[in-house]
């Protein structure tokens, strides 16, 4: 029978095989939403940009044990992710008040929040995870 610290190994090195850092594409799709409804010009729409710059270029520079997808393919998909969310976040501002209740405004920035938190135990898991000599 398998203990549960096999069955977490296990799984670990199946997800090291996947897709190169999901987690932190989740949060930049709910950030770009988020800055996409609060759309602004001005310093709070440039401190918005550069967070999202941040977010599209930065995790390609994560601890990855696998091999790396090209750098420029990989930004222009994420920078592809992010402009699709702002044009949903621009989408889900003109609705609100219209089609839906002026209460869910807070969506994107809720669903924010718990998927940076998971994206930062993963994060920190694969770094700190006690890893044996081969």
């Known amino acids: ?5 096999q069955a977490r190994h296990n799984y670990a090195e199946k997800a090291e ?15 770009a939403l988020d800055c996409g409804q609060r759309f602004a010009f001005g310093f709070e ?3 918005s940009a550069v967070t999202l710059i941040m977010f599209v270029v930065f995790p390609y520079f994560l601890p ?5 997808p ?3 393919r ?10 699709f969310a702002i044009v949903l976040g621009l989408i889900f ?10 209460a869910m405004r807070f969506i994107p920035f ?11 135990y993963v994060q920190l898991y694969s770094i700190m995870r006690f890893r044996l000599a081969k």
């Open 45 to 47: 729409g440039f401190l």
């Open 1 to 5: 029978m398998r203990t549960i610290t």
């Open 110 to 120: 809720s669903l924010l929040i718990v998927t940076a938190v998971v994206s930062c």
């Open 64 to 68: 990855y044990n696998g091999e790396k």
């Open 93 to 102: 501002r003109q609705s609100l008040g219209v089609f839906l209740p002026e």
């Open 17 to 31: 095989g996947r897709s190169f850092v999901l987690d932190t594409t989740f949060v930049l799709f709910f950030l």
């Open 74 to 83: 990989w930004v222009i998909g994420r920078a592809a992710i992010a402009s």
């Open 70 to 72: 090209g750098f420029e």
